[in-house]
């Protein structure tokens, strides 16, 4: 038997053998299963299930599973993704970590800004924060009235 050459075997209600070559697979229109299983991983029916349509003189367009109609693409993409404005891009055009001036971020022990509970810090009440009249500087870090030497 030629490779190409398809035989399509009745076996009831729905359900047929295709033999294709050396190959013989059971196929059930019905229940949209065919023994090579590829109609049931991807969806679409497989060679063996397109020729048992063709033998029953139907649509192997009823074969597709539903997930693949234009109901279901509309219903997928009807929300559009909106692009996020205001970072900053590096050089070459690749967007990476920034440390809030443009340049990667050196790591957490090693900035003279260190967090609330003590550590070294040119602020002096970075740490603690400030009162009123206090103001974030560049590296978000609340001081008083005076300048962070770290962030001019």
């Known amino acids: 038997m030629n490779k190409g050459t398809t035989i399509v075997i009745p076996s009831g209600f729905q359900e047929l053998e295709v033999r294709r070559g ?8 019905h229940m949209k299963l065919c023994m090579c299983r590829m109609w049931q991983l ?3 029916p497989c060679v063996y299930s397109v ?10 367009d009823e074969g597709v599973d539903h997930w693949y109609n234009q109901k279901k693409w509309f219903e997928a993409y009807q929300f559009s993704i909106k692009p996020v404005g205001g970072g900053r891009r590096s050089s070459g055009g690749r967007v990476g970590p920034s440390g809030g001036r443009g340049e990667p971020s050196s790591g957490r022990g090693e900035s003279s800004h260190m967090g609330v509970g ?4 040119s602020h002096g009440t970075a740490g603690r924060g400030a009162g009123r009249g206090g103001r974030k500087c560049g590296a978000n870090m609340l001081v008083d009235e ?3 030497a770290d962030c001019e």
């Open 42 to 44: 991807s969806g679409v």
């Open 22 to 29: 050396n190959e013989s697979y059971g196929v059930n229109i």
């Open 51 to 60: 020729a048992s349509y063709m033998h029953m003189n139907s649509e192997p």
């Open 118 to 121: 003590g550590g070294k810090s």
């Open 146 to 148: 005076e300048e962070c």
